[in-house]
């Protein structure tokens, strides 16, 4: 009797049953692991791609700054804005100075930013920054760069360039701070330049008299 209950309790497993057991089988792991490992590989591929395309591409900053050689510097006042408002019409000035990059060193220079920090002659604060990524892609040693042009954000409010130049008096000596750096490195100091009293479009030029 026993071997009769041993028997009728036995599950019997039928010919359906064993595709059953392969279709388990095969979905054995759900949308979500599959979905987590993808995300994995991406996360893996994009930390070997920052390696390779940024990472690797530092340049130490000595190297960077012994590498460059700055040529063809011109500096000048621009238009930054046109200002209509209840109080007041006229314009901004902002300073701006641009010039090129000549690699003098030995490797080639790739992934190098600016950074131009304006200041009026006797006040230590900033009146605007301008940082650009200037050499994405590589600079072979004797090769020279496009022009490069650093403008500030802030500067002298006037109601036109003619009032402006008329009232020269008033209008204080500018520097640019020039710094560098390559990839994600910190900037380092570069250059520093003053900016020359002359207006974009007129033709007139205040030489620079420092006191």
Known sequence: ????????????????????????????YGSRFWLSVTLVFCAILAAVVYKVAVLDKIIPPEVLKNSLQIFAIDSQWVVQQEVHEKDFNGIILVPQVSFRFRNIGKIDLSYVSVLGVFRLLNQPRSIGEDNQLVLKDSLKPGGESERIVLTSGFGYRASSKEAF?????????ATAEIYVKSGSSVFIYFNNFYIIKRIEGLNMGIDVNIK
């Not at 130049?165 to 000596?173: D, F, P, V």
């Open 165 to 173: 130049a008329r009232n020269s008096k008033e209008w204080q000596n």
């Open 1 to 28: 009797m026993n071997d009769e209950f041993k028997e009728i309790d036995k599950p019997v497993k039928r010919d359906n049953d064993v595709l059953f057991d392969e279709y388990v089988n095969r979905n054995r």
